[in-house]
């Protein structure tokens, strides 16, 4: 957590977008830690208040206290087993919104690899030797001349720690209002930033149902 950071993280029922007996997907909202912190009062998350509801939940994967949207929990060991698998051979098609700075291409693809940025912790940077390898498909939906700012798609491919963040400021596009990777986010009138997991494709690993789960984006 960054020096001098309050946690007060919002307090309205978390929104349940599907459930079965193997499954739980929510939509996070933005200020929410997807998971529990280090220190006492960093433990309100989305992963505690699944827990409260079933305590066997398990987490299959997180998305940033800064990003909201999809995210989903398996209510029990096997459901999280399976999940891992598919998350591993990227059988689970993830995509975002987000607003950004300026006009990039009409899509693209960006390979860059991360590192964890040390001495700026816990900030990600590209180190082409030594970093892990990233993937990020995107499409530009609109561009607002007035504004400078742009709709985008994106379509993580790996799921690297603030990947979408990193990659999208490689490309000289940052995401309006990231408050680690914009050089203005103080400029964005949202407060906030505009990233938001807006779908989840897969096909259930234990009963074998396509899913095809989105949440609306609220910017």
Same mark, same amino acid.
């Given at each position: 957590?960054?020096?001098?950071?309050?946690?007060?993280?919002?307090?309205?029922?978390?929104?349940?977008?599907?459930?079965?007996?193997?499954?739980?997907?929510?939509?996070?909202?933005?200020?929410?830690?997807?998971?529990?912190?280090?220190?006492?009062?960093?433990?309100?998350?989305?992963?505690?208040?699944?827990?409260?509801?079933?305590?066997?939940?398990?987490?299959?994967?997180?998305?940033?206290?800064?990003?909201?949207?999809?995210?989903?929990?398996?209510?029990?060991?096997?459901?999280?087993?399976?999940?891992?698998?598919? *998350?591993? @051979?990227? #059988?689970?098609?993830?995509?975002? +919104?987000? %607003?950004?700075?300026?006009? =990039?291409?009409?899509?693209?693809?960006?390979?860059?690899?991360?590192?964890?940025?040390?001495?700026?912790?816990?900030?990600?940077?590209?180190?082409?030797?030594?970093?892990?390898?990233?993937?990020?498909?995107?499409?530009?939906?609109?561009?607002?001349?007035?504004?400078?700012?742009?709709?985008?798609?994106?379509?993580?491919?790996?799921?690297?720690?603030?990947?979408?963040?990193?990659?999208?400021?490689?490309?000289?596009?940052?995401?309006?209002?990231?408050?680690?990777?914009?050089?203005?986010?103080?400029? *964005?009138? @949202?407060? #906030?930033?505009?990233?938001?997991? +807006?779908? %989840?494709?897969?096909?259930? =690993?234990?009963?074998?149902?396509?899913?095809?789960?989105?949440?609306?984006?609220?910017?």
């Amino acid at each position: 957590m960054r020096s001098g950071f309050i946690y007060n993280p919002p307090q309205h029922p978390l929104d349940i977008i599907f459930e079965d007996h193997d499954l739980i997907v929510v939509d996070k909202p933005v200020g929410l830690l997807s998971v529990m912190g280090r220190l006492p009062e960093h433990q309100d998350s989305a992963y505690l208040r699944v827990l409260t509801m079933y305590p066997e939940a398990r987490v299959t994967h997180r998305l940033d206290m800064a990003t909201s949207g999809l995210l989903m929990f398996a209510k029990h060991r096997d459901a999280e087993v399976a999940m891992s698998k598919l *998350f591993q @051979l990227r #059988r689970i098609k993830k995509e975002y +919104t987000a %607003l950004v700075q300026g006009c =990039p291409d009409a899509q693209g693809c960006i390979e860059a690899p991360l590192i964890t940025d040390w001495p700026n912790r816990p900030k990600q940077k590209i180190d082409f030797e030594t970093g892990k390898s990233a993937k990020t498909l995107y499409a530009r939906l609109e561009y607002c001349a007035a504004t400078q700012q742009s709709r985008m798609r994106l379509e993580p491919v790996t799921g690297r720690s603030h990947q979408l963040r990193v990659h999208l400021m490689h490309i000289g596009h940052p995401i309006l209002g990231d408050k680690l990777y914009h050089p203005q986010p103080q400029n *964005f009138a @949202l407060g #906030r930033m505009a990233l938001h997991a +807006t779908r %989840l494709s897969l096909i259930h =690993p234990i009963t074998g149902l396509a899913l095809e789960l989105s949440s609306t984006v609220p910017f």
